[in-house]
């Protein structure tokens, strides 16, 4: 019966150790809305995170549904406490209409998938008058 007893302890007390040692984000938002933006501009804006876990946070991708969003991130390991951006840029080019888009990052968090989302509404670009 000590054994059993002792086993279990052994193994909660790992289980433990093993979800607190792990990457994790925080971000200051998750949803970005650029409201309403002229037909051509390319808008940009950086969801900023920080690691609030124990180990290293490294993303190792991060993808868009399309070639008018593209994302950049920090690439090197982000310690525990410190923080990092992932950039995502949206081009309204030739788009004059409402647009809702996410970015999917992959890492090393606990839960190694994350949703980022931008939304906003592109009005059509004013032609010169006379033409």
Not at 81 to 87: F, K, N, R, S, Y
Not at 120 to 129: L, R
Request: glycine content about 8%; proline content about 7%; aromatic content about 8%.
């Amino acid at each position: 019966m000590k054994k059993l007893l002792l086993l279990g302890l052994i193994l909660f007390a790992g289980a433990n150790l093993a979800k607190a040692q792990s990457a994790e984000f925080k971000f200051e938002k998750e949803v970005h809305d650029f409201g309403k933006i002229k037909e051509g501009v390319v808008a940009t804006y950086d969801f900023k995170f920080t690691n609030v876990g124990d180990e290293p946070l490294i993303i190792t991708n991060v993808t868009a549904p399309c070639g008018c969003t593209v994302p950049k991130w920090t690439k090197e390991p982000v310690k525990k406490g410190e923080t990092g951006i992932v950039t995502v840029s949206y081009n309204s080019a030739g788009r004059p209409m409402p647009f809702n888009k996410n970015v999917t990052i992959t890492s090393n968090t606990k839960t190694p998938t994350k949703v980022l989302y931008i939304k906003g509404e592109v009005e059509p670009a004013t032609k010169p008058a006379g033409k």
